[in-house]
């Protein structure tokens, strides 16, 4: 365990404990102060840094420049007037999504928009967090605080005063968005079942058919039974298998559904919360194969047919 | 000279003493009347002896050993235990050997900056070995060079702590250095070490409380932190090692008088294998 008088700035813990003083100045105000959403949101970006940082801080380096990479490892400045420069929070979460599955796209959705906000405060003449309250922001911003922390082994209670408030709040709002999505579905199953039954044999047949073509993981609507398909985003590592006997190589990687579309009732869904309430929210497997030419870039037969008929255009060297 | 009948051979005062000195148990038939067996029996013992101390230093994050390996160097000793930490070499610019002696001083002759320097010989308040830095050092030793009876080191455990203050408040304290550490830059420096269970980070001097629960916290050791008995250890003879976790202890010194002789040796290390 090594000695070391000061932390790196980029390091999770040092971001981790700034992030912390400033939840700790946002739990001073009152959850109507337009501070309140501020010091959540400047909060928030930190967390999100220190969880990347919990597994290098050369991931928060702007790799444009090698001397960032360098500062990030921990290396003095080589370069007079050197600034370390980090990548931007929307790079983050793009990192964090792509990394971590406990970080959905729902997540880094409500973040960005945060962020926004956080940004309009900042560099506007807006009131951003003025006047609106804290109850359509709030049980996001827990959920993302708790899904951040768990990526580097910290508990609820070490960064809220009040835990257990922000827990009940978080299975609220699961609540309310499964009841919402339910009733949603609910409503066009209805309407499917309104239509006569001539007219829903073709739309079901038009489902098929267009659930066959597009790209996606096929399913079963909720609503009418019809083919719909889940649309996800890649999540985890890529599995990859060589066939050298049939010349293929097969990639396979974790989806996590992100939306959902059935084109036979209409019925949508996005967000993995409201999925998972319409039992849509089970990640799958997305395959891919590919030709081993085309994947390790071989020359293939068309690439040496081509190479043949230059050959044929050289002329020979002759003394004549 | 004496004679060991098992392996009939005459043991040497030199071989006497170091099976003497041996730390490790050793596995041997024990015979009865046996010299060597009597001297590897003391050895078996003094390996059990230490067995529980480092149970103890695993449970309570400190140790004393009484005239341990007395006559030895206390650079012997912290090679003993384990890595002798030299924190010249981990932070580029600072001077400080890697045994310490500590002497008592009055106030007006110490350096700027130091607990003397603030206190003198009156009592110093509990604390962690340069809490003011993000990763202090996790063990020290202090070793008696010339005891006082009078003078013991308080020691509290961060357990202790946690449980009249409450452990996630103590999680949610945050500090930072009265003065720049590298002389450039301040950090906030958490109020336990992160994945050490009952640790706890506190210096009433070198530290600034940063949010509430960090003042919350300095109010608590002003009141009642510094009237928590915890435990007093003497080193008053030559010899008298006390082990201590950084990370997981408080601990200060009590007040000496003017002509108290006490002179103890502290040694920074990077792990101990007792």
Redesign the interface.
Known sequence: ???????H?WSA??LM??A??YI?VME?HTTDDWEYGLWASLALELMARAALAHTSPVLLADASNWRNLSYALGNPATSKKFSPVSIGVGEVLGRLEEMHTTITSDITGFCRHFFQRRNSELHSGELAFHGRGSADWLPPFYIAVEALLGIMG?PL???L?NAEDAVEMIAAYKDDAAKAVLQDINAHRLVWQGKPQLVRDQEKAKAEAWATKETGHRCSCPACSSEALVQGKPSGTVSTKVEPRIGEVTEKQRMIPASFQCIACGLRISGLAKLTAAGLGDAYTSTSIYPASQYFELYDEDDLEEARREAERFEPDFNE | MRLCVPTVRLVGQAEWAAVEGATRPVSVPLLQGCTLCVMMRKVVRQGCEMSAAAERFAEHGFVFLPNWLAGRSTLDIAAELGGLLDLSASVPGLSIPAVQPLRLQSEAAARANTYSKQFGRAEFPLHNDLAHWFRPPRYMLLRCINGDHGVPTRVVKGAELRSVFGSDRIDRALYRPVRPVDGLSLSLLAGGFAGVRDSVRWDSLFLLPANETAREFRDFMQSVGNFLKGEKQYLAVPGDTLVIDNWRVLHGRAAASRDSPRVIERAYLTRVDL
């Open positions: 365990m090594t000695v070391a008088a000061t932390p700035p813990d040092a404990n700034k912390l003083l700790g001073g910290r209670d070490v960064v005063k």
